[in-house]
């Protein structure tokens, strides 16, 4: 029985049996269920837009930086490259001022000194020539070694520490290796290609290696920003990836017995220790 009948004349058609308790029913999805599909991160959603001023033409830019605070630290490479989840920050590790070319390192862009801004003034802006480039949305490894080529410049014209033009080289390297194993995993990837990258990894790599060797002995620690035990372990293994193992054995050998070593590079001394002893037969 329609209990609701003759409401029609209102403008309501109240077919079937009255049951004032159905909105509060939990009602039944006769649909198969469907799980929502995981979102999947990418390196865009790590990346936001900022505006820096170049301390040597005083003009503002645009840059892409990389949200920190929301990056999953991975386990770093045997030389201590750092490595994240979905983003390879080292390509967001520099600034260039598109105005004038001025480069760094992000770490020391705006700390140089008035000296160092009159040689950058002098040596590297009048060969400057500015480029029409417009930000993507993520930069490219080859738009981020550009750019790094152009901080390696200034770091010789501005008459930087050997220990900044080494780390400089070893940014590059890096990215270079990172390319390189992105390339060696695509089947179509042109061989010319893979062979400029790599030759440019080997070349970067050494100089960061020999640059950083004569800057340990010649400066005092921090080494941009690196602690002098960071920089020794970083050696060691760099040492035992171009078979110096007598190197290697005397930098983890002042590392153990340093008192100012903590424990967790000790550990990792020893297992260094081991990998040599093993390599050596």
């Not at 390196?43 to 840059?63: G, L, N, Q, Y």
């Not at 008035?114 to 400057?128: D, G, Q």
Request: net charge positive; hydrophobic share 35%; charged share 35%.
């Amino acid at each position: 029985m329609n209990l609701l009948s003759g409401m029609e004349k209102f403008g309501f058609s109240m077919d079937g049996e009255l049951d004032i308790l159905a909105d509060e029913k939990p009602k039944k999805d006769d649909s198969v269920a469907k799980k929502a599909a995981p979102v999947v991160k990418q390196e865009k959603d790590f990346i936001i837009d900022k505006k820096v001023r170049c301390p040597v033409c005083d003009k503002e830019f645009p840059i892409k930086a990389v949200l920190t605070t929301k990056l999953k630290r991975l386990e770093p490479d045997f030389d201590l490259r750092p490595n994240y989840e979905h983003v390879d920050k080292c390509k967001y590790d520099f600034m260039s001022c598109p105005n004038c070319g001025y480069s760094a390192l992000d770490t020391t862009f705006a700390k140089i000194d008035t000296a160092r801004v009159k040689l950058i003034r002098a040596e590297f802006c009048p060969s400057f020539k500015p480029q029409k480039e417009e930000l993507q949305e993520t930069y490219s490894y080859e738009y981020s070694i550009e750019k790094f080529k152009l901080a390696l410049i200034c770091t010789m014209k501005k008459r930087a520490k050997m220990s900044e033009k080494a780390y400089v080289c070893l940014k590059i390297a890096w990215l270079r290796r990172a390319q390189l194993k992105e390339l060696e995993g695509n089947k179509d990837a042109d061989p010319k290609v893979v062979e400029l990258v790599k030759k440019e990894y080997d070349g970067f790599y050494a100089q960061a290696y020999e640059g950083f060797m004569k800057a340990i002995s010649q400066e005092t620690p921090p080494y941009c920003g690196m602690s002098s035990e960071a920089v020794e372990f970083m050696l060691a293994n760099m040492s035992v990836y171009y078979k110096k193992y007598d190197a290697a054995m005397k930098i983890i050998a002042r590392l153990i017995q340093s008192p100012s070593t903590n424990r967790k590079i000790k550990d990792k001394c020893v297992e260094l220790k081991e990998q040599i002893i093993a390599e050596q037969g």
